[in-house]
């Protein structure tokens, strides 16, 4: 049994014991299992929430790509109907 406490004392660490007890002290042994759902509901609407806002970034990254890929290829098309116009301009000179 020592062995154990001492691997949780030093697994916690000072600190997470200190703050135990003062949560024991504060709340009482009965308060403590809601206090405990009511901190694990939090840490699950947090994490839900972090979850939903990293899809949306990652959504608006894939987004913001496809319009710079599109910007792209547009870009090409223009550049090769220049091409193409300059060629037929060049073509028609030589025909006169």
């Known amino acids: 049994m020592n062995a154990s406490l001492f691997l949780v004392f030093q697994a916690l660490g ?13 709340f009482g042994g009965k308060k403590i299992p809601e206090l405990m759902r009511g901190i694990g509901k939090g840490i699950r609407e947090f994490q839900t929430a972090k979850g939903t806002i990293e899809k949306e970034l990652k959504d608006g990254m894939t987004e913001q790509e496809q319009r710079e890929k599109d910007a792209r290829e547009l870009k090409e098309l ?4 220049l091409l193409r116009k300059r060629e037929e301009s060049f073509i028609t000179r030589d025909e006169k």
């Open 14 to 26: 000072p600190e997470m014991i200190f703050i135990f007890v003062v949560i024991l002290l504060l």
């Open 78 to 81: 223009r550049e090769r109907e």
